[in-house]
């Protein structure tokens, strides 16, 4: 067996069955593959539907619900091919999108491979992989460099996991999705563990599809304990990675009240390190990104924990914040 296609649902029939009819019209002729549902508690008809299917196709249903990364561990853990291509169920694959994507995973170093999506109803770009704001939360990224235009892989740190291929071999040696994380996050998380482990994430620039973005019910109710245990686990990684967004904040608060702002010299910084003119961010950069930080974690801590609530003055802008010394906050 070459290919298996893992696709979890929970309910959202109508879309599953548009998901398989594109996907099995776009496949290569004499692709061996196997095509594993994993239903994870459907009330929709979804489970009678399955009982109706045959080979390459096969069923697989959860006793109870169990989340998003757990039900994808399920799918793999009792799949037979060499790559593994986990598909959201609301996907409509579109004429060509595999290959391009299986070329990469083919790779040696590749970790995991995505692809661009368009949202199904405008047709505007969603996804071409993932940045990380002055927060520290992951978002969508929507264009693409004309270096991957031209070679047609885009190196990301990070990719949303509706729409992914990964050689078995390394998913086994990562370990899967974390199942701590609830139906968001353990994408991000699978991808830093494959960087950390020397592999490299790529989005195939030459494959797309259309995408019913976040129809699963219950899609976006954790996000929040998500993006905390996220942060919490990678913070040193995504500090880096939010230092664009923070040098920004940095920038457009320092322009808009310019004598108010606290720190002229950090407005510097950000001006430089956006220009590509620091070899690295320095420490006002550092502090301010630790800053940010600390406010999203304090107001985690009243939202999730019952904490106590945030100054004022936190809730008005992050960047009027008192910063730490320079030096305080190592990236």
């Keep these: 067996m070459q290919v298996s296609f893992i696709i979890p649902l929970y309910n959202c029939l109508t879309l599953t069955q548009e998901c398989l009819r594109t996907l099995q019209a776009t496949l290569p002729a004499g692709l061996a593959h196997e095509i594993i549902f994993v239903d994870d508690g459907s009330t929709d ?19 109870r619900n169990l989340g998003f990364a757990a039900t994808c561990n399920r799918g793999a853990a009792e799949s037979h091919g060499g790559w593994l291509f986990f598909l959201n169920n609301d996907l409509v694959f579109l004429p060509g999108w595999f290959q391009p994507m299986l070329a990469l995973a083919r790779m040696p170093c590749a970790g995991l491979v995505g692809n661009v999506q368009l949202n199904a109803t ?12 002055r927060k520290g939360k992951p978002e969508h990224a929507t264009k693409k460099s004309w270096l991957a235009r031209l070679t047609g892989r885009q190196e990301v740190p990070a990719l949303t996991g509706a729409c992914f291929a990964i050689r078995k ?8 999705f974390d199942a701590g994380f609830v139906n968001g996050g353990e994408d991000v998380d699978l991808c830093f ?44 990684i995504i500090a880096k990675l939010s230092v664009r967004d923070v040098c920004h904040a940095c920038l457009e608060a320092a322009w808009e009240e310019p004598r108010n702002y606290p720190d002229q ?3 510097r910084d950000a001006f430089l390190c956006l220009c590509g003119l620091l070899p690295r961010p320095t420490d006002r950069i550092a502090a301010a990104t630790g800053a940010a930080f600390e406010i999203e974690i304090r107001r985690w801590s009243h939202l999730l924990d019952n904490g106590p609530a945030p100054p004022k003055s936190e809730s008005l802008a992050w960047q009027m914040f008192p910063l730490p010394p320079a030096g305080t906050v190592v990236l």
């Design 45 to 63: 008809g979804t489970r009678e539907w399955l009982a109706t299917l045959s080979a390459p196709c096969r069923a697989i249903q959860n006793e």
């Design 122 to 133: 405008t047709g505007a770009v969603d996804h071409t992989g993932l940045w990380f704001n």
């Design 169 to 176: 071999k390394n998913w086994q040696q990562l370990g899967g």
């Design 193 to 236: 563990k494959a960087r950390a482990a020397g592999l490299r994430n790529y989005v195939a620039t030459r494959s797309v599809v259309r995408h019913h973005v976040s129809q699963s019910p219950g899609r976006k109710r954790r996000d929040e304990e998500n993006s905390r245990r996220l942060l919490l686990r990678w913070r040193p």
């Design 265 to 267: 010299r950090l407005a």
